[in-house]
């Protein structure tokens, strides 16, 4: 079962690692982040609904259970990619990712220091690991007249990753099936980032045709296929080992960039990912090891 959760996170990373490319081809033509990241979550709610009709699943959550997806969805998912589009004009999407991509740790900590989970040695090697390897992506932005608020605000947007990923693994829907989850978190988001976008002004509907079949394709990509697998992965594994796998994400987005989108592949940037993908199969195969010892002395 561990497998299929390394498995199902990896691809996850991979895919929410693949959307740059795209987004880029959203904005060419002239859609905001905050029209993207809406229609993002908004065309992934009929796709669940369609599938979950077929499947004759009910659609179901307890009081409890609905009140702790909006959390997750508003202040979680919502609130951590608003923020990281808000740091892109004071840093740069490079550094502003780069103290994103700190979300590994503050799951671990908060896991640590809230719910009492243990970090053993090697999880914490490979933690170090993988701070060291973020550090290589770092490069300042050239529009630097508020870095302060851009590293706020990036730092914020890892916090409320970590909250999203520590919500799933930690509170109480786990017993939801994962098609009804993205469902309901679609929905959450949806709303939350429709309002965001109303009050700022930051919504745009007029757009081509073009637009939206990129923005229905990212959709496909993250918030159905991506978040379910991320959803599945948490389910068998739990959120600091998922968070740590989720570090393929920043390799894989480079590699795109270096590959499709003309961008250089720079010393660093080589070593920064060799030191990233250590870590993670520190994590995948030292993480496995007290399972095989189990299995074997139950066969002796």
Known sequence: MKLKGIIFTIISATLFGCTPAIVQKIYSYGATPETT???RNFFAIPITLGILFLQKTRIYATKKQLFSVAMISCFGLACATLTLISAYPFIGTSMATTLHFLYPVFVALICFFCFKEKLGKFKIFALI?????????????????NISLGIFLSVVSGLANAYYMVGLDKFNIREIPSMVLTFFISSFASIALLLFGLCTNRIHFNLPYQAYFFMFLNSILIAFVAISLLQMGIKYLNATMAAMLSLFEPVTSNLIGICFMGEEMTIKKLIGSIIILTSAMIIILLDNQPAQVKKVEKKS
């Open 129 to 145: 690991l993988a701070i060291i390897g973020i550090l290589f992506f770092f490069q300042k932005g050239k529009n630097s007249n």
């Open 37 to 39: 990241t809406f229609f």
